[in-house]
């Protein structure tokens, strides 16, 4: 086989491969809404509203252990203090459903998260979280997003200084997943108001270079030398 056929063979099985791949990622993406059904202490709303494209995790009552499945994995929301509360805005959904209604706390080092599964889930590879944070009755401050290392109790802070946003994500970040570890999502009061707020996240596998990129790289690099040497005599 000639080296320009034996490319074009290889760059049509790696475009197929891509195509698989690119799919097998796309699934590895998990968008939880946190949702409430509380308005405030005298007013609710008759059902749970869920923003299109995620999945709602319901909270039903002030103690740690509300949770969802998803694809086998479980996200479980939990107060670092012991405990929590809930509700939406008034104007539910105000401004969307994901950023409507939340889990929170007030009080000087408070702090709410979500578990991430249990020791495993996460697989290998680096994964790409977005943490919604928004209140549209109050005046918010800045948060601390961090990822506990559950096993070992270790906190990896990524933010000090996270502002609440009521159109989109508030912050955006990456960690690494060992694919034995147990994570934890963790939003902290870091403000003069000791509030602090979690509505939702999402989190995504991030593609790794696959074989047949690398492969194909590699015989391009085949191709062109030769040429060059050529060239050079």
Same mark, same amino acid.
């Given at each position: 086989?000639?080296?320009?056929?034996?490319?074009?063979?290889?760059?049509?099985?790696?475009? @197929?491969?891509?195509?698989?791949? /690119?799919?097998?990622?796309? !699934?590895?993406? &998990?968008?939880?809404? *946190?949702?409430?059904?509380?308005?405030?202490?005298?007013?609710? *709303?008759?059902?749970?509203?869920?923003?299109? %494209?995620?999945? %709602?995790?319901?909270?039903?009552?002030? !103690?740690?252990?509300?949770?969802?499945?998803?694809?086998?994995?479980?996200? +479980? *929301?939990?107060?670092?203090?012991?405990?929590?509360? $809930?509700?939406?805005?008034?104007?539910? #959904?105000? #401004?969307?459903?994901?950023?409507?209604? $939340?889990? &929170? /706390?007030?009080?000087?080092?408070?702090?709410?998260?979500?578990?991430?599964?249990?020791?495993?889930?996460?697989?290998?590879?680096?994964? +790409?979280?977005? =943490?919604?944070?928004?209140?549209?009755? +109050?005046?918010?401050?800045?948060?601390?997003?961090?990822?506990?290392?559950?096993?070992?109790?270790?906190?990896?802070? &990524?933010?000090?200084? @996270?502002?609440?946003?009521?159109?989109?994500?508030?912050?955006?970040?990456? $960690?690494?997943?060992? %694919?034995?570890?147990?994570?934890?999502?963790?939003?902290?009061?870091?403000?003069? !108001?000791?509030?602090?707020?979690?509505? %939702?996240?999402?989190?995504?596998?991030? #593609?790794?270079?696959?074989?047949? @990129?690398?492969?194909?790289? !590699?015989?391009?690099?085949?191709?062109?030398?030769? =040429?060059?040497?050529?060239?050079?005599?």
């Amino acid at each position: 086989m000639s080296r320009n056929r034996l490319f074009y063979f290889l760059f049509l099985v790696c475009a @197929v491969g891509l195509v698989v791949v /690119e799919d097998a990622v796309a !699934a590895t993406t &998990y968008k939880i809404d *946190i949702n409430s059904k509380q308005l405030s202490s005298s007013s609710s *709303i008759a059902s749970y509203v869920t923003e299109p %494209g995620f999945t %709602g995790l319901d909270l039903a009552g002030n !103690a740690n252990g509300d949770s969802v499945t998803v694809d086998g994995v479980t996200f +479980e *929301i939990f107060a670092v203090d012991g405990g929590h509360r $809930f509700r939406g805005s008034e104007a539910s #959904p105000d #401004p969307n459903a994901i950023n409507a209604d $939340f889990v &929170y /706390e007030n009080g000087e080092d408070a702090g709410m998260g979500v578990k991430l599964g249990g020791a495993g889930d996460l697989q290998v590879g680096t994964w +790409e979280v977005e =943490v919604y944070i928004w209140d549209a009755s +109050e005046v918010l401050g800045d948060h601390q997003i961090s990822i506990e290392e559950l096993e070992t109790a270790v906190d990896n802070v &990524y933010s000090t200084t @996270v502002s609440p946003v009521a159109s989109g994500p508030a912050f955006t970040f990456q $960690f690494e997943s060992d %694919g034995v570890t147990s994570y934890r999502l963790i939003s902290r009061e870091h403000n003069e !108001a000791n509030t602090v707020r979690l509505n %939702g996240f999402t989190l995504t596998l991030v #593609p790794e270079p696959s074989a047949c @990129v690398l492969l194909t790289l !590699a015989t391009v690099g085949m191709l062109v030398n030769p =040429v060059r040497r050529k060239r050079m005599s």
